[in-house]
Every structure is written in C-alpha cells, then in structure tokens.
C-alpha cells in the first residue's frame, strides 16, 4: 500500500492550498481514504474522510465550510480542497486509509499512511 500526499507549502492567512493523495498498490475505490494532520507539538488529528463511493464524507468541525474533500476512483487520487485558511491550519498533513468506515471514528482505525506533505500558514 502506498500514499503520497503533495500540495503543500506557505500560504498567508486567508489563502488556499490543494493537496492530492496519490493511492496505489491496493483497490483504493473499496476503502474510505482521508486526511490527518500533525501541528508541532500537538497529538494528531483526523481531519476529513471520504467513503469509497463518495456519497459519505466527515470533517472535524474545525474546517466544516472552509475544506472539501473529493476523491476520482479512475485516478486513484483524492483531493483536499483547503480555503480560507488560518495558522492554526499550519500541520504536516498525511493521507491515509483503514478499514473503518468513513466518519467521527474513522481515524481510529487508519492502519496505512504515506508521507506527509507540510502546509504552513503564516503572513
């Protein structure tokens, strides 16, 4: 199973940023993928999750209305659209997927992750 997050980078408050997860080396399209994010110095945090068909998505409340996740089977790629955003937005951000399904419990189950990618907001 691989998971290679990219998109990230230095952004002002206020701003926007993509980040893509790349899936490969399993059928991606039978499982829930997401994101999670670490802050420095913080425990980490599920931030969105995307059902394998994409009619069931969860976010943490901190970014319901600012982030959108979407997900393109065909590609095995899924996507966090991140608007509006604010420092505290400022994490290593990882792509990742488990056997729980898509939801507040989600992350508890993630079991395979790739690399992160950084996403830094500050003015």
């Known amino acids: 199973v691989q998971l290679q997050a990219f998109g990230g980078g230095l952004v002002q408050p206020g701003g926007f940023l993509r980040l893509s997860c790349a899936a490969s080396?399993?059928?991606?399209?039978?499982?829930?993928i997401g994101w999670f994010r670490q802050a420095p110095g913080k425990e980490r945090e599920g931030v969105s999750c995307i059902s394998s068909s994409g009619r069931t998505i969860y976010y943490v409340d901190s970014v319901k209305g600012r982030f959108t996740i979407s997900r393109d089977n065909d590609q095995n790629t899924v996507y966090l659209q991140m608007n509006s955003l604010k420092p505290e937005d400022t994490a290593v951000y990882y792509c990742?997927?488990?056997?729980?399904?898509?939801?507040?419990?989600?992350?508890?189950?993630?079991?395979?992750w790739g690399k992160g990618t950084l996403v830094t907001v500050s003015s």
């Open positions: 080396g399993f059928t991606s399209d039978y499982y829930a």
């Open positions: 990742a997927t488990g056997p729980y399904r898509c939801g507040s419990r989600w992350y508890d189950g993630v079991d395979h």
